[in-house]
């Protein structure tokens, strides 16, 4: 079945100690999505990359970083992560902008 | 103001019963319609889309759109304890605007056997 794959599923970092989140697609769409949800709020979307072209949304913290080496995969990076950054991280897909998104499984990311 | 608005919940129903769950938009701009499923600690699941006014079923979920009044919802039938979630509305420009999503903030619904 194609699928939008998170890795790895629960993280527990340090505070200030750089974190990588994962994401792969086999849906061979072109856009990809890195969102954060708190509890209870709506997903909150950090950047997002259409082919090759990184957009980045004006309130994300510089302190988030994301990559995109080809179609199938893309990275979360956070470079120095605070408390505040405890969170669930979420990777979604579509074939073009603007339209259904298929969101992975998503990350829980623990702060200590 | 939020240009979406959802109904906050959250909804308590028997099952069997019939679910509406509803959003109210500003943006005139909007032409896509999404509805997500999120269970408790995963990822949201997408349940329907839309590019139109009117009505789409898909078994026992249907959705509306009247753009004209800024309003869609998301009709459950029949619900189970299985439909116990948040739902999530989501609409979008298109191509424009980079193509983001905007989501409402959810409305978690439970149903009681």
């Known amino acids: 079945d194609a699928m939008v794959i998170q890795n790895p599923r629960y993280q527990v970092t340090q505070f200030g100690k750089p974190v990588t989140l994962s994401c792969s697609q086999t849906?061979?769409?072109?856009?990809m999505y890195w969102y954060q949800q708190k509890s209870s709020q709506a997903p909150k979307l950090l950047f997002h990359?259409?082919?090759?072209?990184?957009?980045n949304e004006a309130d994300t913290p510089d302190n988030f970083q994301s990559r995109r080496p080809n179609t199938s995969f893309c990275f979360l990076d956070i470079r120095s992560p605070g408390l505040g950054d405890a969170a669930m991280y979420l990777c979604?897909?579509?074939?073009?902008?603007?339209?259904?998104?298929?969101f992975g499984p998503g990350t829980r990311l623990t702060v200590t | 103001q939020k240009e979406v608005e959802q109904d906050p919940g959250p909804l308590s129903v028997p099952e069997g019963a019939i679910v509406s769950l509803n959003c109210t938009y500003s943006?005139?701009?909007?032409?896509?319609f999404m509805w997500y499923r999120q269970y408790s600690r995963k990822g949201p699941e997408l349940l329907m889309y839309?590019?139109?006014?009117g009505n789409k079923e898909d078994g026992r979920f249907t959705a509306q759109v009247d753009k004209s009044s800024k309003y869609i919802s998301l009709f459950i039938r029949d619900s189970q304890p299985s439909d116990s979630a948040t739902y999530l509305c989501?609409?979008?420009?298109?191509?424009?605007?980079?193509?983001?999503?905007?989501f409402g903030d959810g409305t978690t619904l439970t149903v009681k056997p």
């Open positions: 849906l061979n769409h072109n856009v």
């Open positions: 990359y259409y082919d090759k072209d990184f957009n």
């Open positions: 979604a897909t579509s074939r073009e902008p603007g339209v259904e998104q298929y």
């Open positions: 839309t590019y139109s006014s």
């Open positions: 989501a609409m979008s420009e298109g191509d424009t605007n980079a193509g983001k999503s905007t």
């Open positions: 943006n005139s701009a909007f032409q896509y």
